[in-house]
């Protein structure tokens, strides 16, 4: 079992900036690749960017890519979403979640272990 506690988010302006944490206990937090995802009220769960075990590769949505970077700290259990340049319909609770995959993917079903999410909300 791994256990996925997200923090950092909040109420921002557009143009703003936030960093997302996701603090991770239980198993190997090395062994899982991290992945960010984000609901938007009356819309479906989508991807936002995966980080791989080591770090060393990354992959993002089109629509966060050049703004957004995710990156992780294996001796702190931690994996952050950094989120620059921030939009209205950038909107949405966003989760992080572990896959057991060494890459993880862009389908939420590859990602076995998820946290409670943490609200973002970007005013205009």
């Known amino acids: ?49 995966r980080i791989s075990w080591s770090g060393s590769s990354t992959y993002y949505a089109d629509s966060v890519r050049g703004r957004f970077t995710i990156s992780r700290d294996n001796t702190k259990n931690t994996v952050h979403l950094q989120m620059n340049s921030l939009k209205p319909e950038d909107t949405a609770v966003y989760f992080c979640a572990a896959s057991s995959g060494q890459y993880g993917t862009a389908w939420d079903w590859d990602y076995a272990y998820w946290g409670q999410g943490t609200q973002v909300t970007v005013s205009s």
């Open 1 to 49: 079992q791994v256990q996925l506690v997200e923090s950092g988010g909040g109420l921002v302006q557009a143009g703003g900036s936030l960093r997302l944490s996701c603090a991770a206990s239980g198993r190997t937090f090395s062994h899982y690749a991290m992945g960010w995802f984000r609901q938007a009220p009356g819309k479906e769960r989508e991807f936002v960017a």
